[in-house]
Antibody
Framework: EVQLVESGGALVQPGGSLRLSCAASGFTFSTYGLNWVRQAPGKGLEWLTYISGGSSTIFYADSVKGRFTISRNNADKSLSLQMNSLRDEDTAVYYCASEYNYGSGFNYWGQGTQVTVSS | QTVVTQEPSLSVSPGGTVTFTCGLS?????????PSWYQQTPGQAPRTLVY???TRSSGVPDRFSGSIFGNKAALTIRGAQADDESVYYC??????????FGGGTRLTVL
């Protein structure tokens, strides 16, 4: 069974940092691209960032470029999102989602982890 | 800035047919954007319905279908059921490598 399990969500002050993780199982991790997607309270889904299976290709949405960093460890089957300079508007549920090929969409999703940025 | 447009809300009668669309503010949507569609119910993670324009994800019934309709991507549900009541999102792949979600369409089955 495919599983993606996010962790690391917390309450953090504006300007602070947080590192999210996503643990994967049940599929050939290194052959899949991975994404982070978030959803602010009462809002729609927002794509944030993508990393290829071998980490050679990375893309960011403008809203997080320069503040967030995606990385992965294929040996551990884990994905990370380092979030710096957090703002109130970064408050959201953060999902990791896998992507088999370019254009194949987000085929597997985790259940999400809550990040709250507030003083 | 790329804006992906979706209807804010749609309604359908049980057993009826409904079509969602996914457009671009400054371009036509084509297969090169690899449109995909997702269903989300409150408090749940999204569920993938269709990817690469018209390929159904594993386990998705064939009453869900994707297409290009005019200059937009489209998702059609035939034989709507009460548990289809959800928010539906599209995603487009842009040439720069970024993926962009539409704002979502809330479907009411009544």
């Amino acid at each position: 069974e495919v599983q993606l399990v996010e962790s690391g969500g917390a309450l953090v002050q504006p300007g602070g940092s947080l590192r999210l993780s996503c643990a994967a199982s049940g599929f050939t991790f290194s052959t899949y691209g991975l994404n982070w997607v978030r959803q602010a309270p009462g809002k729609g889904l927002e794509w944030l960032t993508y990393i290829s299976g071998g980490s050679s290709t990375i893309f960011y949405a403008d809203s997080v470029k320069g503040r967030f960093t995606i990385s992965r460890n294929n040996a551990d089957k884990s994905l990370s999102l380092q979030m710096n300079s957090l703002r109130d508007e970064d408050t959201a549920v953060y999902y990791c989602a896998s992507e088999y090929n370019y254009g194949s969409g987000f085929n597997y999703w985790g259940q999400g982890t809550q990040v709250t940025v507030s003083s | 800035q790329t804006v992906v447009t979706q209807e804010p809300s749609l309604s359908v009668s049980p057993g009826g047919t409904v079509t969602f669309t996914c457009g671009l503010s400054s371009d036509s949507v084509s297969t090169r954007h690899y449109p995909s569609w997702y269903q989300q119910t409150p408090g749940q993670a999204p569920r993938t319905l269709v990817y690469s324009t018209n390929t159904r994800s594993s386990g998705v019934p064939d009453r869900f279908s994707g297409s290009i309709f005019g200059n937009k991507a489209a998702l059609t549900i035939r034989g709507a059921q009460a548990d289809d009541e959800s928010v539906y999102y599209c995603v487009l792949y842009m040439g720069s490598g970024i993926r962009v979600f539409g704002g979502g369409t809330r479907l009411t089955v009544l």
